[in-house]
């Protein structure tokens, strides 16, 4: 049977005709593609000619289908520390977990790291998390005293690769026998928190692989039984598609540096963690969703082991609930949805191998510039702007912080934990705005100057009142006023010092002139018109779709003297 027997065949023309009637004379590349942090352009449609090259087989050089040539069930490692404890971590692994990251500084003694492992059984993987290096020596320790088995010790030493001791670290490593024990892991996922994009953590996470494998070389050691100590660790966002991408392209380059260096080409060994930059303290139940695309995409894009965030984390120290939900969202992907069973599901998708390839070329390009002298940090920091300039528009929108808002919401109270400075995330400068106003004597409020009958002001009235929830600040609404006059005296009975004035361009050209005056006549200091700046309306400022939301915030801020 020929399902599509009965269909003349369609191409890429005929799609474009139909786009052209719809668009009707505007721009193309204007309405329909958009650009990535690193220029890669995003078409609305993909075929078999965007992607000319050969990904490959899974498990196979170049890797970019995976590096297992047999799909599998990814490693479940979830975070703890001293904060959490011994009881939630034991609760982690016989809830399901394979395998415990440490989040632990130098201050943790021996006893602590027996008492945070009391119970844990020698055949799960402990991984010191990067920046944990000062703990290696009390968990080699910990073994000796446990009667671990060389041979049989499974985990990391999670050593930055750009520590002048990598390379004795990695010699002292293979001499004593530790075969099962990473010695070090390019943190890329540091990279994204500080702002990077994707092809910046890519290019970053090279030149830190290549740092590594340059010292292990002067050191004299194998490099193959080098590279093979190292794991990469790259963050996993809401943006699924690009997840799956940078962790293919990853692969791929990867075994070209390897390739390079003159070994068999390499598979590299992933950890996906969940984004910090991407959480909030705000409704944070959204963070759950988030994670989930996160996981979702990490698993797709073939990470070896994956770290899902509770949501939570942003607040302080995750309580029992939020360590669950965490574990628990990788378990039904990998045992009820079964992600992990099926090899590369992302590949043969035209627009992921396209994206893959974009990667892939954009990162080696700048990983060279890189290798030449250019300024990683510099370029993050551009992109960082342009994301925040983003995020402060709302085109980057952030679900339950700057869009959609529960301006009753009673902030979630945890146990304070201990900052990483060089997170970065993208809610806080909302979030900061929240926090000022719940803070104040009583909740900060707009009226709403409704213009005309429901019909005609609803839609810029609820537009208005999300973007001011954003601020904490709560929108006194109406059903909408018959004349300027009107509107003013409600107003003034209304207590509020701000009026935002909403209604359809229709009636702004008939009254948003008189309305403007008649607040002020009225003592209003501050009004707001819902509608794109016109100097003839003689508002104080303008909300509309692509504005400044959190610059119009703050201003607000001030002038309720927040």
């Known amino acids: 049977m020929s399902l599509a027997g009965d269909f003349d065949l369609a191409g890429r023309d005929q799609w474009m005709d139909l786009v052209e009637q719809v668009l009707r004379g505007a721009a193309f590349e204007e309405k329909l593609v958009s650009t990535t942090y690193d220029g ?4 609305p449609l993909y075929t078999g000619a965007d992607h000319a090259g050969d990904p490959g087989l899974p498990g ?3 890797f970019t289908r995976g590096s297992r040539a047999a799909g599998g069930a990814w490693q479940v490692r979830q975070a703890h520390s001293r904060a959490t404890g011994n009881r939630a971590l034991l609760d982690d692994l016989s809830g399901g977990a394979d395998a415990i990251e440490l989040r632990i500084d130098g201050e943790t003694s021996m006893e602590e790291l027996d008492d945070l492992l009391d119970g844990v059984a020698s055949t799960v993987p402990v991984m010191l998390a990067p920046g944990s290096g000062a703990a290696i020596c009390h968990l080699v320790s910990l073994w000796d005293s446990r009667g671990v088995d060389k041979d049989e010790a499974l985990g990391g030493f999670g050593i930055d690769p750009r520590d002048p001791g990598v390379a004795e670290a990695a010699a002292n490593t293979l001499h004593l026998g530790y075969r099962n024990v990473l010695v070090a892991v390019v943190d890329g996922a540091r990279l994204a928190d500080r702002g990077a994009s994707e092809a910046q953590e890519l290019a970053g996470s090279l030149g830190d692989g290549v740092a590594y494998l340059r010292a292990c070389e002067q050191a004299g ?10 794991e990469f660790r ?5 943006d699924q598609f690009s997840t799956i991408a940078k962790l293919r392209a990853a692969r791929r380059l990867w075994a070209r540096v390897t390739q390079a260096c003159g070994i068999e080409p390499a598979a590299q060994r992933q950890h996906a963690v969940a984004s910090g930059a991407m959480m909030t303290r705000r409704d944070p139940y959204v963070n759950m969703i ?9 698993a797709v894009g073939g990470a070896d082991a994956i770290t899902v965030s509770p949501f939570d984390a942003a607040i302080g120290v995750p309580d029992r609930l939020g360590l669950r939900i965490a574990r628990n969202t990788q378990l039904l992907l990998r045992e009820e949805s079964h992600v992990g069973q099926v090899i590369d599901p992302a590949g043969g998708a035209y627009f992921v191998e396209s994206l893959t390839d974009a990667l892939a070329v954009t990162a080696w390009g700048l990983f060279q510039e890189l290798e030449a002298g250019a300024d990683l940090a510099e370029r993050i920091e551009t992109t960082h702007r342009a994301r925040s300039r983003d995020v402060s528009t709302r085109r980057l929108p952030l679900t339950g912080v700057s869009e959609f808002p529960d301006i009753g919401e009673e902030a979630a109270d945890r146990p304070p934990a201990v900052p990483d400075p060089e997170l970065r995330r993208l809610a806080e400068p909302f979030e900061a705005l929240r926090d000022s106003a719940d803070a104040a004597p009583s909740r900060p409020t707009a009226f709403l100057a409704n213009l005309g009958p429901l019909a005609v002001h609803t839609a810029r009235a609820a537009f208005a009142s999300n973007l ?12 909408g006023f018959d004349s300027p ?3 003013a005296a409600a107003w003034a009975s209304s207590g509020s010092p701000v009026a935002v004035i909403c209604s359809s361009d229709d009636m702004y050209q008939e009254c948003a002139a008189d309305t403007v005056a008649a607040l002020k006549q009225a003592g209003c200091g501050h009004v707001v018109l819902a509608g794109r700046p016109d100097d003839r309306w003689g508002a104080d400022a303008y909300i509309h779709l692509g504005c400044d939301a959190l610059a119009v915030l703050q201003a607000l801020h001030a002038r309720l003297g927040l």
């Open 290 to 298: 988030r994670t989930t695309v996160a996981c979702f995409a990490a």
């Open 221 to 230: 050691l194998d490099l193959a039984l080098a590279a093979d100590r190292l």
């Open 485 to 487: 006059a009107e509107a």
């Open 60 to 62: 196979m050089a170049p």
């Open 234 to 238: 790259y963050a996993a966002g809401v």
């Open 40 to 43: 890669v352009a995003i078409q």
């Open 468 to 479: 001011l929830a954003a601020g904490g600040i709560r929108a006194l609404g109406n059903d």
